[in-house]
């Protein structure tokens, strides 16, 4: 769960003393101190073993929370990576769905649309015709063929 800022209260001083102070055990150590010179946390009406219950009870309270938090978070990204897998998923139909009706899809075209289809359409299918393809090689040689044939039955 989500700190509150009671509990957000004092992070500021307690990252800067940890920095200053060179990590979690010097701070500790230092914590500890502090509660032994200027309190009677361990000294006057706490026996030891009421401090140690004390920290104790503390620890497993932030062990507890942290425990909960763990859960709370995997569960969350769970969440979210099973709706990031069903957005994922639904977006693959949809563009199936959509490819499959672009495929079928019946599309009106006007007479001048069509007839550049049907032209196009016989164009790639008929081969070329000799015609139309050697309509001007064919008057120079078939000129000199017929020559030739008609030299050749003189």
């Known amino acids: 769960s989500k700190p509150t800022m009671e509990e957000e209260r004092f992070d500021s001083m307690y990252i800067n003393i940890a920095q200053q102070i060179g ?14 010179r200027k309190t009677d946390f361990l000294n006057g009406a706490a026996t030891e073993s009421m ?30 990576k099973a709706e990031e897998e069903k957005r994922k998923q639904r977006l693959a139909d949809d563009k199936a769905k959509q490819q499959k009706k ?37 008057s120079g040689e078939g000129v000199k063929e017929g020559e030739e044939g008609e030299e050749g039955e003189e």
């Open 102 to 138: 672009d495929e079928s899809r019946i599309e009106e075209l006007t007479e001048e649309e069509a007839a550049n289809l049907r032209l196009t359409t016989v164009n790639l299918a008929a081969p070329p015709t000799p015609a139309a393809g050697g309509a001007e090689g064919s």
């Open 51 to 80: 401090a140690q219950e004390t920290v104790t009870k503390a620890l497993k309270k932030n062990l507890d929370r942290f425990k909960e938090d763990t859960k709370e978070k995997a569960a969350k990204e769970k969440k979210h």
């Open 23 to 36: 990590g979690i055990e010097p701070l500790l150590d230092s914590f500890f101190g502090f509660l032994r």
